[in-house]
């Protein structure tokens, strides 16, 4: 779906993660949230905030499961994800932070495959993602899960495409800075989410978004295991959505 701007795709989201959470908390239930980071996702978070703010919107049954962390990462890293989600969205609502989950980027090395095993068991005790938002990466990544990554794959660390770390590089005072390595939940991982609401705005998103929405479903652009969940949305705004 393209929207003329931006903030209307953004507000389309927030007003739908907005009535899922009021709907949960009129049914005395929680409401379970797949987050993203990255500039994408802040019109949604911004929203979100402003619902808080000034109608009253309770975060109180919300538990959250970020989909990725750089690792190694300390969490008061001005780069973490953990530091995003604090500034951008969880330090500004009342979430209980005991329900915000994202992966933690200061494991020994041993550590990391039961911490994503547990985190995998985590999202299921809590009866599963409601909602997934994503943003997609310009190597057609969704969460860290590059090129190769497998469908079926779960939460895992996995090694970043030196096309993303290009990307990130501003955020890191150069490239040779940007870690190497992530924890990040798996494609099987998004996919079982019951919702998946996929934003991408602006020209530079264009092509990945015409080969993840349309092109043939293959692990050279895991975004396209998306099309064929029974819930998913792309929501894009005219720049983004210019060469479908
Ligand atoms: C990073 C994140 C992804 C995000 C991507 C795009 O790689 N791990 O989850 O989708 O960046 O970032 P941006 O939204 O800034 O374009």
Sequence with gaps: ????????????VATEIASLIRQRQADGRQCVLGLATGSTPLGVYAELIGM?????????NVVTFNLDEYFPMRPDAPQSYHRFMNENLVDHIDIDPANVHIPYGLLSTGAVDEFCHNYEQLIDDSGGIDLQLL???RTGHIGFNEPGSDRSSLTRLVQLNSVTRVD??????????????????????????????????GKHKAPIVARA?????????PATFLQNHVDVRYLLDSDAASEL
């Design 1 to 12: 779906q393209a929207f003329a701007v931006a903030a209307d795709a953004n507000h389309s």
């Design 52 to 60: 808080h703010r000034d109608e009253g919107l309770s975060f109180a």
């Design 135 to 137: 943003g997609i990466g």
């Design 168 to 201: 990130a590089a501003s955020d890191f005072a150069g490239v040779d800075n940007v870690p190497q390595w992530a924890i990040t939940m798996g494609v099987q991982t998004i996919l079982d989410s019951r919702r998946i609401r996929l934003l991408a705005f």
């Design 213 to 221: 929405a349309a092109g043939k479903q293959s692990d050279s652009v």
